[in-house]
């Protein structure tokens, strides 16, 4: 049971720009993270990872890097970084950074080398390619923001991709020189002390050497992503993309062997997994997002965590997420009771959990008036509804102005009930979201079973899951789920048990012993110490 900081701790995702604002511009920035450490702490979460704080002409809100190796003037520099992390240390938590490798901003000095004549040296750090003898795009490659992939550089007469914005130009990742200018970035970081990195994008990092078309998607339907027309067989996730993950792990274990590498990966389980690498040498965790993507039905959810804690390799570590930056947020995808629910399966299961900020208040996502959008997938596809704004709103702090969040005009509105849904209430009040997940954390984290100890899986029907958590020497956890908003009986189909209610959704419940049958409320979820 000797377990790393990132198998046994909780991650915390920060967008920075929506945090905290110290300067009254609007935008979060890092002493307004520093700020709240308190309050991060309190909570009970291990580790922070920060959403791009770098030098930036935010075309996408920081995930377009100038300058890999800076601070945008809009979070402050580098001693306010050097003071977060100092913090952050010394509270015995982590600081994680989102890398962004598979691209740069087009302002990127390597970019700006790259498109200014054909025979740069830096010609080849970024993918360029001739027209069709039409003159036409060279392959039919589509951009995850809308349109097409590809964009004509008139000056040097052919085409670069970019799998996001024109402004995100892909660096190429076959070229020896561009992989240890990463790995350089990546040392920089480490050097400073950072824990680790959120590795932006790994499945894309390289591309079919042969720029094959991508086929199209059977399972397409008009109201989705442009980008879903196709299926990016040839464009993302090729074999060659291990060994490159493979060359970052090794370059994280150069100083220790502390840090964490968690990679962003869109993929069914059984490819998601491939990212553990030959032997775990690859991500440590390749980030799960089943609980993001799957419908919210019972039977669904646990065939799939049978799925993939079947297809984890040995010793690959598991996790979990609800919510990121780039999706709806939990409360609005399954309500804010239901939202409760979640919270105990994201706490409970088998594998790290990652919070994404004001997921612990249930913050919906807000309404954002059309001409206040300023995500690029929402203005590239105004008719598909798919701006991330909604759910990268300012945190609610209180129910001061702009909820705490800042004395300016926030970079994006607030939500119109902050006044009654934020942290400072909801630390108040015993029957809150925040209340649910301070105490959900504290027993996982004092509980061997419930943070690092195995997974059974007991019963699911239509309406509920139930699965055990065990570990040897400790107190073993029933957890019963109702995933609908109606009630529901449980007994266990193969044995019998009794327990005491430590934790429930619907707190009233708390305390009472139970055997054999259980009648759950709608919404209604239990953590069940059994007795020995
Ligand atoms: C990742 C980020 C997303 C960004 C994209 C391009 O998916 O999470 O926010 O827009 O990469 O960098």
Same mark, same amino acid.
């Given at each position: 049971?000797?377990?790393?900081?990132?198998?046994?701790?909780?991650?915390?995702?920060?967008?920075?720009?929506?945090?905290?604002?110290?300067?009254?511009?609007?935008?979060?920035?890092?002493?307004?993270?520093?700020?709240?450490?308190?309050?991060?702490?309190?909570?009970?979460?291990?580790?922070?990872?920060?959403?791009?704080?770098?030098?930036?002409?935010?075309?996408? *809100?920081?995930?377009?890097?100038?300058?890999?190796?800076?601070? =945008?003037?809009? *979070?402050?520099?580098?001693?306010?970084?050097?003071?977060?992390?100092?913090?952050?240390?010394? %509270?015995?938590?982590?600081?994680?950074?989102?890398?962004?490798?598979? =691209?740069?901003?087009?302002?990127?000095?390597?970019?700006?080398?790259?498109?200014?004549? %054909?025979?740069?040296?830096?010609?080849?750090?970024?993918?360029?390619?001739?027209?069709?003898?039409?003159?036409?795009?060279?392959?039919?490659?589509?951009?995850?923001?809308?349109?097409?992939?590809?964009?004509?550089?008139?000056?040097?007469?052919?085409?670069?991709?970019?799998?996001?914005?024109?402004?995100?130009?892909?660096?190429?990742?076959? !070229?020896?020189?561009?992989?240890?200018?990463?790995?350089?970035?990546?040392? *920089?970081?480490?050097?400073?002390?950072?824990?680790?990195?959120?590795?932006?994008? +790994?499945? =894309?990092?390289?591309?079919?050497?042969?720029?094959?078309?991508?086929?199209?998607?059977?399972?397409?339907?008009?109201?989705?992503?442009?980008?879903?027309?196709?299926?990016?067989?040839?464009?993302?996730?090729?074999?060659?993309?291990?060994?490159?993950?493979?060359?970052?792990?090794?370059? +994280?274990?150069?100083?220790?062997?502390?840090?964490?590498?968690?990679?962003?990966?869109?993929?069914?389980?059984?490819?998601?997994?491939?990212?553990?690498?030959?032997?775990?040498?690859?991500?440590?965790?390749?980030?799960? *997002?089943?609980?993001?993507?799957?419908?919210?039905?019972?039977?669904?959810?646990?065939?799939?965590?049978?799925?993939?804690?079947?297809?984890?390799?040995?010793?690959?570590?598991?996790?979990?997420?609800?919510?990121?930056?780039?999706?709806?947020?939990?409360?609005?995808?399954?309500?804010?009771?239901?939202?409760?629910?979640?919270?105990?399966?994201?706490?409970?299961?088998?594998?790290?959990?990652?919070?994404?900020?004001?997921?612990?208040?249930?913050?919906?996502?807000?309404?954002?008036?059309?001409?206040?959008?300023?995500?690029?997938?929402?203005?590239?596809?105004?008719?598909? !509804?798919?701006?991330?704004?909604?759910?990268?709103?300012?945190?609610?702090?209180?129910?001061?102005?702009?909820?705490?969040?800042?004395?300016?005009?926030?970079?994006?509105?607030?939500?119109?009930?902050?006044?009654?849904?934020?942290?400072?209430?909801?630390?108040?009040?015993?029957?809150?979201?925040?209340?649910?997940?301070?105490?959900?954390?504290?027993?996982?984290?004092?509980?061997?079973?419930?943070?690092?100890?195995?997974?059974?899986?007991?019963?699911?029907? !239509?309406? +509920?899951?139930?699965? +055990?958590?065990?570990?040897?020497?400790?107190?073993?956890?029933?957890?019963?789920?109702?995933?609908?908003?109606?009630?529901?009986?449980?007994?266990?189909?193969?044995?019998?048990?009794?327990?005491?209610?430590?934790?429930?959704?619907?707190?009233?419940?708390?305390?009472?012993?139970?055997?054999?049958?259980?009648?759950?409320?709608?919404?209604?979820?239990?953590?069940?110490?059994?007795?020995?």
């Amino acid at each position: 049971m000797d377990k790393k900081w990132w198998q046994t701790g909780i991650i915390y995702q920060v967008y920075p720009r929506s945090f905290q604002d110290s300067n009254g511009d609007g935008v979060g920035d890092l002493k307004g993270i520093l700020q709240r450490l308190d309050y991060l702490q309190w909570l009970g979460i291990n580790a922070l990872w920060l959403s791009p704080v770098y030098p930036s002409p935010m075309a996408d *809100f920081g995930y377009d890097i100038s300058d890999y190796t800076g601070i =945008h003037p809009l *979070f402050g520099d580098m001693a306010d970084f050097d003071n977060l992390l100092e913090a952050v240390h010394k %509270r015995g938590m982590k600081l994680l950074l989102d890398l962004v490798p598979n =691209h740069t901003s087009d302002q990127h000095p390597w970019f700006v080398e790259s498109r200014s004549s %054909r025979d740069n040296p830096k010609r080849d750090w970024y993918i360029w390619h001739d027209p069709l003898p039409d003159g036409g795009v060279p392959n039919n490659w589509l951009s995850m923001f809308g349109g097409n992939a590809w964009e004509w550089d008139h000056t040097t007469q052919q085409y670069y991709y970019h799998a996001f914005l024109r402004e995100q130009p892909d660096l190429n990742w076959r !070229n020896p020189e561009v992989q240890q200018a990463m790995f350089d970035v990546m040392r *920089f970081w480490l050097k400073k002390g950072v824990d680790g990195f959120r590795v932006d994008v +790994m499945w =894309h990092m390289i591309k079919d050497a042969q720029f094959r078309n991508n086929p199209p998607d059977p399972n397409y339907e008009p109201h989705m992503s442009t980008y879903s027309q196709l299926l990016p067989v040839y464009s993302t996730d090729q074999p060659e993309v291990h060994e490159l993950v493979h060359k970052m792990r090794s370059v +994280m274990e150069e100083i220790d062997d502390e840090r964490v590498m968690i990679g962003e990966i869109y993929l069914p389980i059984h490819q998601l997994v491939t990212y553990y690498g030959v032997d775990n040498n690859g991500a440590h965790l390749p980030f799960n *997002f089943q609980l993001l993507t799957l419908p919210w039905q019972a039977l669904q959810i646990s065939t799939a965590i049978d799925q993939y804690e079947g297809a984890l390799p040995v010793n690959g570590w598991p996790n979990w997420v609800l919510s990121n930056h780039d999706q709806h947020r939990i409360a609005s995808r399954v309500g804010v009771q239901q939202a409760r629910v979640a919270a105990m399966l994201l706490l409970t299961l088998r594998g790290t959990p990652t919070i994404y900020y004001g997921d612990e208040i249930a913050m919906r996502n807000v309404a954002i008036p059309f001409d206040e959008v300023v995500d690029p997938q929402g203005l590239n596809m105004p008719d598909k !509804n798919l701006s991330r704004d909604p759910s990268r709103t300012p945190m609610q702090w209180d129910n001061s102005k702009n909820a705490g969040f800042t004395d300016g005009k926030p970079w994006l509105r607030l939500s119109k009930i902050s006044h009654r849904a934020n942290v400072e209430m909801q630390q108040q009040d015993p029957y809150s979201m925040l209340t649910l997940h301070k105490r959900l954390i504290s027993l996982r984290t004092n509980e061997p079973a419930l943070d690092a100890g195995s997974y059974v899986p007991v019963y699911a029907d !239509n309406q +509920m899951l139930a699965y +055990m958590r065990e570990a040897e020497g400790a107190d073993s956890f029933l957890i019963v789920l109702n995933l609908t908003h109606w009630p529901c009986y449980f007994r266990p189909p193969h044995f019998s048990f009794s327990g005491k209610v430590e934790i429930a959704t619907i707190p009233e419940s708390e305390g009472i012993y139970l055997t054999d049958t259980i009648s759950l409320d709608g919404d209604e979820g239990l953590v069940i110490r059994l007795e020995k």
